[in-house]
C-alpha cells in the first residue's frame, strides 16, 4: 500500500530563516503527483506547493521550494525567509494520475519564532 | 482557485441525534468529493468518497449506516452523522476535486467541528 511519511511531527525556526520539512513516501507507480498542505490554526487546508512526477523540474512557488528525488522517493519542502504567518501544520500528500484519492503523512508542525 | 464551502463551521449536539454538515464548491461542479475525519493534531483520515447520483465508496472501518453520504448534484455532497454519540466528537473537513489544466486538484472546505454532549 502507498504511504507518505513525515518523520518531523515538530520544528522550530526563527523568522527570516530557512527551514526544510522532510517527506518520504512509497510507491511502485510512475505517473503520480505530490503535494504540500499548510493548515494554519484555522484549520483551512491550504495548497502550498504541487509537483508532479513526470517532471525533472522542482517546483518553486515564491518563498516555498521543493526537492524531489524520485528514485528515493523524497519530497522535502523548503520555505526560505520564514514568516510568522508560515506557522501552522503542514502535510505531505500523494496522489496517483488518474485517480482523485490523497493519500496524507502525518504532518509537520511548524512554529515560526520571532 | 476554486472554492469549497462546508457548513456549519461548527456544531453542538446532544448525544443520540442526528447532524448533517454540508459540503458545496460554489464556482465548479465535483462529480467526486471527499470526506475526511481530523482528531487533534493528528492528519486527515479519508472516511468516504462521495460520488454524484450514486452511492458512496466507504473506507474500511467507517460505518456507513453511522455516517450517512448524499451526493445529489454535482455541488453538493452533506454528510450526516446519526445517532450522534461523544465519540464522533471531531473536526470532518470535506474535498472536492476540480479538474483543470492543471489535471485534478482538491480544494477543502473550512471543515466542521462537532461537539456531541
Known amino acids: 500500500a502507498q504511504t507518505v511519511t513525515q518523520s518531523q511531527p515538530e520544528m522550530s525556526v526563527q523568522e527570516a530563516e530557512t527551514v526544510t520539512l522532510s517527506c518520504t513516501y512509497d510507491?511502485?507507480?510512475?505517473?503520480?503527483?505530490l503535494f504540500w498542505y499548510k493548515q494554519p490554526p484555522s484549520r483551512q487546508m491550504i495548497l502550498v506547493i504541487r509537483?508532479?512526477?513526470?517532471?525533472?523540474q522542482n517546483a518553486t512557488e515564491n518563498r516555498f521550494s521543493v526537492n524531489f528525488q524520485k528514485a528515493a522517493k523524497s519530497f522535502s519542502l523548503k520555505i526560505s525567509d520564514s514568516q510568522l504567518g508560515d506557522t501552522a501544520m503542514y502535510f505531505c500528500?500523494?496522489?496517483?494520475?488518474?485517480?482523485?484519492?490523497?493519500?496524507f503523512g502525518t504532518g509537520t508542525r511548524l512554529k515560526v519564532l520571532a | 482557485g476554486a472554492v469549497v464551502s462546508q457548513h456549519p463551521s461548527w456544531v453542538i449536539c446532544k448525544s443520540g441525534t442526528s447532524v448533517k454538515i454540508e459540503c458545496r464548491s460554489l464556482?465548479?461542479?465535483?462529480?467526486?468529493m471527499f470526506w475526511y475525519r481530523q482528531f487533534p493534531k493528528q492528519s486527515l483520515m479519508l472516511m468516504a468518497t462521495?460520488?454524484?447520483?450514486?452511492?458512496?465508496?466507504?473506507e474500511q472501518g467507517v460505518e456507513k449506516d453511522k455516517f450517512l453520504i448524499n451526493h445529489a448534484s454535482l455541488t453538493l455532497s452533506t454528510l450526516t452523522v446519526t445517532s450522534a454519540h461523544p465519540e464522533d466528537s471531531s473536526f470532518y473537513i470535506c474535498?472536492?476535486?476540480?479538474?483543470?489544466?492543471?489535471?485534478?486538484?482538491?480544494?477543502f472546505g473550512q471543515g466542521t467541528r462537532l461537539t456531541v454532549v
Open positions: 464556482d465548479f461542479q465535483a462529480t467526486t
Open positions: 509537483q508532479e512526477a513526470y517532471k525533472q
Open positions: 462521495s460520488n454524484e447520483g450514486s452511492k458512496a465508496t466507504y
Open positions: 500528500a500523494f496522489k496517483y494520475s488518474g485517480t482523485y484519492k490523497y493519500i
Open positions: 510507491t511502485s507507480e510512475n505517473n503520480y503527483y
Open positions: 474535498s472536492a476535486q476540480s479538474p483543470g489544466p492543471r489535471g485534478t486538484e482538491a480544494f
